[in-house]
């Protein structure tokens, strides 16, 4: 079941893409300006790291997951305060109640 995003965590995550994006491609026309800068070993080894980091970055930004793990006795209030503030409509309530209920019985065991 796809879940809807609020307008506000929908528009920050396309602020995060087109930011990470525009990142990507000025440290490609700078690599592309400057070749013989990114010749320097030193350089040349933190221009990799940043391009495995804005990988990944781009992934997850890709598909994003927010995960939330509760700990508390029987019936304290935590799914209450979860669905809080993430804002969750009743209709999805009980798809998050199931999840909710596996991840408290792996917490215990």
Same mark, same amino acid.
């Given at each position: 079941?796809?879940?809807?995003?609020?307008?506000?965590?929908?528009?920050?995550?396309?602020?995060?893409?087109?930011?990470?994006?525009?990142?990507?491609?000025?440290?490609?026309?700078?690599?592309?300006?400057?070749?013989?800068?990114?010749?320097?070993?030193?350089?040349?080894?933190?221009?990799?790291?940043?391009?495995?980091?804005?990988?990944?970055?781009?992934?997850?930004?890709?598909?994003?997951?927010?995960?939330?793990?509760?700990?508390?006795?029987?019936?304290?209030?935590?799914?209450?305060?979860?669905? *809080? *503030?993430?804002?969750?409509?009743?209709?999805?309530?009980?798809?998050?109640?199931?999840?909710?209920?596996?991840?408290?019985?792996?917490?215990?065991?």
């Amino acid at each position: 079941m796809q879940k809807t995003q609020s307008p506000d965590i929908q528009a920050q995550l396309n602020q995060a893409r087109e930011n990470l994006q525009r990142l990507g491609n000025a440290v490609s026309e700078l690599v592309n300006f400057s070749p013989d800068v990114f010749g320097d070993e030193a350089i040349k080894a933190r221009l990799q790291d940043f391009q495995q980091a804005y990988k990944e970055a781009t992934q997850r930004l890709a598909n994003p997951s927010f995960r939330i793990a509760t700990i508390g006795t029987t019936s304290s209030g935590k799914s209450t305060i979860v669905f *809080h *503030h993430l804002n969750i409509p009743n209709l999805n309530l009980l798809i998050y109640l199931q999840e909710l209920a596996v991840l408290e019985s792996l917490c215990k065991i």
